[in-house]
C-alpha cells in the first residue's frame, strides 16, 4: 500500500463509531511480528476497508442475511458460493456480512484466482483485508490456522457468463473439497442473490485482459453497478470432515460428488433467495 497502517487507522478511528472500533480490536488475527499476518493482512486496513464496504453493504446494495449464525465461530471453515456480477462485489459483499456478523470478528480469507494477487494497487489492498493467493499452500497454511476461508468454486467463468443465462451455475471445481476433507475443515453454502442483476453484459474480451493475464474481461451494458438489492443465504455446514477420511481427498469419485453435492445445497439456497425476494431492487 502507499501508506502506513497509521494513516488506515487513523482514518478508521475518525470515521467508524468507538463501539465497531473497540469489536473490531478482538479481531481473530495472527501477528507475524510484525504487525502484519505471513499472508500481508493488517487490522488496520481490515477497519479501513469498513469505510469502502460498509456504506455499500448498509446504503447501496441494502444487503438481508440469513442464516449466518452457521458461520463457526471459531476453528477452520470454507465458506463457498455462487459468483457472479462481473466484478467481485459478491465477495466483498460477503467479507462484509462474515465480519459483521461474527463475534469476535473473523475476516473471510478470500481465495482469489492467480491474476488477482499481481493487479497494481489492487492486489495490494485485496491483501490486507485477507485475501490470498489460490494456491493450496496458502489454503493449508490457513485452514491449520483455524481462519475462514471464501471461495467460488465457479472462478471466473462464472463472473463472466451471460445474461440469458445469470443465476444457472457453472459446474463447481473440486479443490475446495479436496481441503476441506485433507484439514478438517467444515464447508458453508451461501446462496448470493442480486449480483447477477448489478452489471448486464454485453459481452466479454480476451484481448483486454491479456497484458493481467485475466482469461476473459466482461464488457458490461452500464458503467457502474446498479443499486440491486443483495440477498445472501447461508446454509447449514456440510460436514465432509467428519463423513471422509483424510486420505480419501485423493480419491477423484468423492471429490467429485462432494463437489456436486455442495453445490446442490448452493443452487437450493439460490432459488429460494429467489423466491423470497420481492424484486430486484428491493
Not at 507475524?32 to 479501513?48: I, L, N, S
Not at 469476535?104 to 485475501?131: C, E, Q
Not at 464488457?219 to 456440510?238: D, N, S, T
Not at 471422509?244 to 471429490?255: E, K, R, Y
Request: aromatic share 8%; charged share 20%; hydrophobic share 45%.
Amino acid at each position: 500500500m502507499p501508506f502506513p497502517p497509521a494513516v488506515a487507522r487513523a482514518l478508521a478511528q475518525a470515521s467508524l463509531p468507538p463501539e465497531e472500533l473497540e469489536r473490531l480490536a478482538g479481531m481473530h488475527f495472527h501477528d507475524a511480528g510484525h504487525g502484519y499476518d505471513a499472508f500481508g493482512m493488517h487490522p488496520d486496513f481490515v477497519a479501513m476497508a469498513c469505510l469502502v464496504a460498509g456504506p455499500l453493504y448498509d446504503r447501496y446494495f441494502r444487503v438481508q442475511s440469513t442464516g449466518h449464525e452457521h458461520i463457526p465461530k471459531y476453528g477452520p471453515a470454507i465458506l463457498v458460493a455462487n459468483h457472479s456480477g462481473n466484478i467481485p462485489i459478491d465477495g466483498m459483499m460477503m467479507w462484509m456480512d462474515v465480519l459483521r456478523n461474527t463475534n469476535p470478528p473473523r475476516v473471510a480469507r478470500a481465495v482469489a484466482d492467480h491474476f488477482v494477487p499481481s493487479l497494481p494497487f489492487i492486489g495490494t489492498f485485496f491483501a490486507r483485508g485477507g485475501m490470498v493467493g489460490g494456491s493450496r499452500g496458502n489454503a493449508r497454511a490457513l485452514l491449520e490456522a483455524g481462519e475462514l476461508l471464501m471461495i467460488f468454486p465457479e472462478g471466473t467463468p462464472g463472473i463472466v457468463k451471460p445474461w440469458k443465462e445469470r443465476y444457472q451455475l457453472r459446474r463447481f471445481r473440486v479443490g475446495f473439497v479436496e481441503m476441506a476433507i485433507r484439514h478438517g475443515a467444515p464447508v458453508v453454502p451461501c446462496g448470493v442473490v442480486g449480483a447477477e442483476e448489478q452489471m448486464p453484459q454485453i459481452t466479454t474480451s480476451h484481448r483486454l485482459g491479456k497484458p493481467f493475464g485475466i482469461p476473459e474481461v466482461p464488457i458490461p451494458a452500464v458503467p457502474f453497478p446498479l443499486p440491486v438489492r443483495y440477498h445472501l443465504r447461508w446454509g447449514e455446514p456440510i460436514p465432509l470432515d467428519q463423513e471422509f477420511s483424510p486420505d480419501q481427498a485423493d480419491d477423484p469419485v468423492v471429490v467429485r460428488k462432494a463437489a456436486a453435492r455442495v453445490q446442490e445445497a448452493v443452487e437450493a439456497l439460490v432459488q429460494r433467495g429467489l423466491k423470497e425476494r420481492r424484486g430486484v431492487f428491493r
